[in-house]
Nanobody, 114 residues
Framework: QVQLVESGGGLVQAGGSLRLSCAVS???????MGWYRQAPGKQRERVAV???????NYADSVLGRFTISRDNAKNTVYLQMNSLKPEDTAVYYC?????????WGQGTQVTVSS
């Protein structure tokens, strides 16, 4: 069974940076993976995705500020978040693209103060 464990969240001031990690276990090789976030009272949205070949795609709201990457040897996916804004406050999750979702992990809370 695939398990997803997110970490690296925290409290940061606007303009600051955080690096999130997603450790994937229970699978030999991870394929495409994405980072999602859910703010209070809002639907979960995907903010970034990376394919097995390393191609990336970002939501307009984070383009130019967030970078998704992966370490296949460690079965780990990262999200480098720079120039954080208060509207980035949410619980962040990693998972496969919609249609191929695994069970959700616990997520990691990111709070950006103004």
């Amino acid at each position: 069974q695939v398990q997803l464990v997110e970490s690296g969240g925290g409290l940061v001031q606007a303009g600051g940076s955080l690096r999130l990690s997603c450790a994937v276990s229970g699978i030999f090789t991870i394929r495409a993976m994405g980072w999602y976030r859910q703010a209070p009272g809002k639907q979960r949205e995907r903010v970034a995705v990376i394919t097995s070949g390393g191609s990336t795609n970002y939501a307009d709201s984070v383009l130019g500020r967030f970078t998704i990457s992966r370490d296949n040897a460690k079965n780990t996916v990262y999200l480098q978040m720079n120039s954080l804004k208060p509207e980035d406050t949410a619980v962040y999750y990693c998972n496969a693209p919609v249609g191929y979702l695994y069970s959700w992990g616990q997520g990691t809370q990111v709070t950006v103060s103004s």
